[in-house]
Every structure is written in structure tokens, then in C-alpha cells.
């Protein structure tokens, strides 16, 4: 008897994760075991792509889809995002789907932009990360889980991923950091037509959930959902209602 696994194996033939700031391409691993074949995945090194292209994202994107012909599946989180936005741009015939986990236009907050952070928390994040970078990471953890019933569990889900990333050269992570300050995709859009998949968290305390009304106006036909008690990394905090959704949307 088929079952999803199979049915996802034969529509998909590629299918890209792109991980966000803070953590590192195995931070998707654990969640494509459980719902598809991993011969079908590609899990990508952010940080390799924005330091051989010196952070040019939309060459990041051209090298990633010059390196992995044949991708017709992308699943973008945070920061990674932005890099899927410009594999977006590139994707001309729409013949790749995209879906976007707690995606934000713009990370800093500004005149035009009223979510995200205060330049004054980059501005300490940057100090932090030269001083301690294992401290800083693990702060930044905590942000990410945000205000869960279930934190402890969710803590003790990523933890271990902060040693790999550790290992990660600071000047890569202050690359990406910097990235993230700098990107603006509050004007990006391809298609007023193009039909895209957000997912967003109502305990998200990075992207909070009314940026998903933006999403609405700027693509009025793509799809938005919120998940109930989620976080800003809502396939790990709530791991079955993020695969009940993205497996009914691919």
C-alpha cells in the first residue's frame, strides 16, 4: 500500500532545506525522517553559500541552483528565507514550490517596518558574539523558544545542535548576522499571482504572527497558516500539527 512517503518520493525529486541564523543544515534532519525519503533531501550549508559568494544572497541562490539542478521542492526557515526568496525570483516558470517557516520581510525594525528587532539588539548581539559566541547562541536559543508550555522539551530538542554550530567561524555567523540586519524583501514579489505556503507560530517572539496579514496583501493568493502555541521554530515545538499542514499543502 502507498503511503505518504512513497506519494512524496515520486512527486518530489529534490527538495531543499535552508536552516536560519544560530543553527546549522542538520536542524531540519530529524523532521524530513519522519515524512519523507532522505535520498530526496538536500540539506544546505547557508553559511558555505553566503561565504563564497561574500554575502551576496542572490548569487547564493544562482550557485545553489547551478550545484542541485532538478529541485522542485523548497522548505526555507528564519533567515533562510531570504536566500528562498531569491531561489524564488530565479524560479521563472514557478516550477518550484516554495514553503516559508516563520518568514519576515525585514528582521530590523524601521520607519517602514514596525516587527521584528531593534537595531540596539543586533548592535549587542554582534558585541556578544565576538565576546562569547557559545553564550550567544544559547541566548538566542531561548529567544527562539519563546514562551512555551512546553520549553523545557524544546530546549533540550535543539541544545545539542549549538555544538555543531559552534564550530561554525565566527566570521561566517557575523556574515549571516549581518545579512539578516541588512535584507530588505518588504517590496519583493514576484507575482501578484504566485502561490506560496507561510507557516507562522502565535507564541513567535522573532516573527510575530500578524506579519502574516502583510503576506495577505503582498500575494493575495498564496497560503497562510498560524499554528496554535507554536514558536519560531514550530517543526520541532510542535512537530505533528507542522506535518498535518505541510503535508496536506505538498
Given at each position: 500500500?502507498?503511503?505518504?512517503?512513497?506519494?512524496?518520493?515520486?512527486?518530489?525529486?529534490?527538495?531543499?532545506?535552508?536552516?536560519?541564523?544560530?543553527?546549522?543544515?542538520?536542524?531540519?534532519?530529524?523532521?524530513?525522517?519522519?515524512?519523507?525519503?532522505?535520498?530526496?533531501?538536500?540539506?544546505?550549508?547557508?553559511?558555505?553559500?553566503l561565504q563564497a559568494t561574500k554575502g551576496d544572497v542572490k548569487e547564493a541562490a544562482s550557485k545553489?541552483?547551478?550545484?542541485?539542478?532538478?529541485?522542485?521542492?523548497?522548505?526555507?526557515?528564519?533567515?533562510?528565507?531570504?536566500?528562498?526568496?531569491?531561489?524564488?525570483?530565479?524560479?521563472?516558470?514557478?516550477?518550484?514550490?516554495?514553503?516559508?517557516?516563520?518568514?519576515?520581510?525585514?528582521?530590523?525594525?524601521?520607519?517602514?517596518?514596525?516587527?521584528?528587532?531593534?537595531?540596539?539588539?543586533?548592535?549587542?548581539?554582534?558585541?556578544?558574539?565576538?565576546?562569547?559566541?557559545?553564550?550567544?547562541?544559547?541566548?538566542?536559543?531561548?529567544?527562539?523558544?519563546?514562551?512555551?508550555?512546553?520549553?523545557?522539551f524544546v530546549y533540550k530538542e535543539i541544545i545539542p545542535y549549538i555544538n555543531t554550530t559552534n564550530?561554525?567561524?565566527?566570521?561566517?555567523?557575523?556574515?549571516?548576522?549581518?545579512?539578516?540586519?541588512?535584507?530588505?524583501?518588504?517590496?519583493?514579489?514576484?507575482?501578484?499571482?504566485?502561490?506560496?505556503?507561510?507557516?507562522?507560530?502565535?507564541?513567535?517572539?522573532?516573527?510575530?504572527?500578524?506579519?502574516?496579514k502583510f503576506i495577505k496583501t503582498l500575494e493575495p493568493k498564496s497560503k497562510t497558516i498560524i499554528?496554535?502555541?507554536?514558536?519560531?521554530?514550530?517543526?520541532?515545538?510542535?512537530?505533528?500539527?507542522?506535518?498535518?499542514?505541510?503535508?496536506?499543502?505538498?
Amino acid at each position: 500500500m502507498t503511503n505518504y512517503r512513497d506519494k512524496i518520493k515520486e512527486k518530489y525529486k529534490k527538495i531543499l532545506f535552508i536552516h536560519g541564523w544560530g543553527f546549522n543544515h542538520k536542524i531540519w534532519e530529524k523532521f524530513a525522517r519522519s515524512f519523507m525519503p532522505l535520498e530526496n533531501c538536500i540539506f544546505l550549508d547557508l553559511y558555505s553559500y553566503l561565504q563564497a559568494t561574500k554575502g551576496d544572497v542572490k548569487e547564493a541562490a544562482s550557485k545553489v541552483l547551478r550545484e542541485n539542478e532538478g529541485i522542485d521542492l523548497v522548505i526555507s526557515w528564519s533567515l533562510g528565507c531570504h536566500l528562498a526568496k531569491e531561489i524564488e525570483a530565479l524560479d521563472i516558470e514557478n516550477s518550484i514550490k516554495m514553503v516559508y517557516v516563520a518568514y519576515m520581510p525585514k528582521f530590523v525594525k524601521s520607519a517602514e517596518w514596525k516587527f521584528g528587532f531593534d537595531q540596539s539588539t543586533i548592535d549587542e548581539l554582534k558585541i556578544n558574539l565576538n565576546k562569547n559566541l557559545l553564550k550567544t547562541l544559547k541566548n538566542f536559543y531561548l529567544l527562539i523558544i519563546g514562551d512555551l508550555k512546553n520549553k523545557t522539551f524544546v530546549y533540550k530538542e535543539i541544545i545539542p545542535y549549538i555544538n555543531t554550530t559552534n564550530k561554525i567561524k565566527q566570521k561566517n555567523l557575523m556574515l549571516a548576522l549581518e545579512i539578516l540586519e541588512k535584507s530588505n524583501y518588504i517590496n519583493f514579489c514576484k507575482d501578484k499571482n504566485i502561490e506560496n505556503f507561510y507557516i507562522y507560530g502565535d507564541k513567535d517572539l522573532i516573527t510575530p504572527p500578524t506579519v502574516e496579514k502583510f503576506i495577505k496583501t503582498l500575494e493575495p493568493k498564496s497560503k497562510t497558516i498560524i499554528l496554535s502555541g507554536a514558536s519560531h521554530i514550530p517543526f520541532i515545538s510542535n512537530s505533528k500539527d507542522f506535518f498535518m499542514v505541510l503535508n496536506k499543502y505538498i
